[in-house]
């Protein structure tokens, strides 16, 4: 009879460990479906937050003008610069924009090419003429992004 007794308490022990093992594991699946589910929310705010095109192409505007005014004052570092920190400011649109910013990648190393070699070589004739080449390039990819009415001219100005 005791030794009845003795199994019985142990499978009842054995069912309560059991069954906490389940519960524990139910728990442990849940919070972590509920943390993926926070940090998918908080990823997605954090995209929501980053610019898209009209922003970054708004210091692009400016740094194209200020890249040309330190060109015609002869400071090179300054007109590289100002390419370099055009096309950086693209960067959070490889996040927002990922197939758009492909076409920018491909004006920055194409089109735009001849404008940073011009700057590398320091030759104000050779960067004229790519400076000014590289424009209908920008307007080309503004009509073909339906935002014909964005016009870029050339300034004789620096912007900032
Ligand atoms: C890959 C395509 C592409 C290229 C290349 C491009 N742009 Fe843009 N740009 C856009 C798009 C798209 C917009 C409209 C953004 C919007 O409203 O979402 C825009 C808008 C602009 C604006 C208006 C921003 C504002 O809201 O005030 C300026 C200024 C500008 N671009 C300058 C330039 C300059 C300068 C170049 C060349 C050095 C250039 N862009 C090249 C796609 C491009």
Not at 17 to 26: L, N, R, T, Y
Not at 59 to 81: C, K
Not at 153 to 160: L, Y
């Given at each position: 009879?005791?030794?009845?007794?003795?199994?019985?308490?142990?499978?009842?022990?054995?069912?309560?460990?059991?069954?906490?093992?389940?519960?524990?594991?139910?728990?442990?699946?849940?919070?972590?479906?509920?943390?993926?589910?926070?940090?998918?929310?908080?990823?997605?705010?954090?995209?929501?937050?980053?610019?898209?095109?009209?922003?970054?192409?708004?210091?692009?505007?400016?740094?194209?003008?200020?890249?040309?005014?330190?060109?015609?004052?002869?400071?090179?570092?300054?007109?590289?610069?100002?390419?370099?920190?055009?096309?950086?400011?693209?960067?959070?649109?490889?996040?927002?924009?990922?197939?758009?910013?492909?076409?920018?990648?491909?004006?920055?190393?194409?089109?735009?090419?001849?404008?940073?070699?011009?700057?590398?070589?320091?030759?104000?004739?050779?960067?004229?003429?790519?400076?000014?080449?590289?424009?209908?390039?920008?307007?080309?990819?503004?009509?073909?992004?339906g935002y014909k009415f964005v016009k870029i001219?050339?300034?004789?100005?620096?912007?900032?």
């Open positions: 009879m005791k030794k009845m007794l003795l199994v019985l308490i142990l499978m009842a022990v054995a069912v309560v460990i059991a069954s906490a093992v389940v519960a524990g594991c139910g728990d442990s699946t849940t919070s972590s479906t509920n943390a993926n589910a926070d940090v998918q929310k908080q990823l997605d705010d954090i995209k929501g937050a980053l610019p898209k095109f009209a922003i970054p192409m708004r210091e692009v505007g400016d740094r194209f003008a200020d890249m040309n005014a330190a060109a015609q004052g002869g400071n090179w570092a300054l007109t590289a610069y100002m390419s370099k920190y055009l096309n950086n400011a693209m960067n959070p649109t490889k996040v927002t924009k990922p197939e758009e910013y492909k076409n920018w990648a491909a004006f920055y190393t194409g089109p735009f090419d001849p404008v940073n070699k011009a700057i590398a070589a320091k030759d104000l004739a050779a960067f004229n003429t790519a400076y000014t080449n590289s424009i209908s390039s920008c307007n080309a990819c503004h009509e073909a992004s001219v050339k300034e004789d100005t620096a912007s900032d």
